[in-house]
Nanobody
Framework: QVQLVESGGGSVQPGGSLGLSCTAS????????MGWHRRTSAKRSEFVAQ????????FYGNSVKGRFTISRDTSKNTTYLQMNNLSPDDTGVYYC????????????WGQGTQVTVSS
């Protein structure tokens, strides 16, 4: 079992920045691919970004590419999502997720944290 604890989020004006973090436990961190997904006001679940912990290679959804940065700190078993140039369309609940390398599925999820972008 992998446990995920998220922190960060909050409210910001359009064009602002926010950061999220997610700390994993219960599994060797380098065995994981850590991801972020979000659920927007349209009730749509959307892939945001992921990072392969062992290599540090990131991958982004098209809607956030160039604005969001995913990173990891292996000494803290923590993944970060830095979100810049936020727009109201980025408003939603952001979920940290974990996939064990080789499984192809995100089997573990955090509790979710609210991000609100509004003037």
């Amino acid at each position: 079992q992998v446990q995920l604890v998220e922190s960060g989020g909050g409210s910001v004006q359009p064009g602002g920045s926010l950061g999220l973090s997610c700390t994993a436990s219960g599994r060797v961190f380098s065995d994981l691919i850590m991801g972020w997904h979000r659920r927007t006001s349209a009730k749509r679940s959307e892939f945001v970004a992921q990072i392969t912990i062992a290599t540090g290679v990131p991958f982004y959804g098209n809607s956030v590419k160039g604005r969001f940065t995913i990173s990891r700190d292996t000494s803290k078993n923590t993944t970060y999502l830095q979100m810049n140039n936020l727009s109201p369309d980025d408003t939603g609940v952001y979920y940290c997720s974990a996939s064990v390398v080789g499984t192809g599925t995100y089997d573990y999820w955090g509790q979710g944290t609210q991000v609100t972008v509004s003037s």
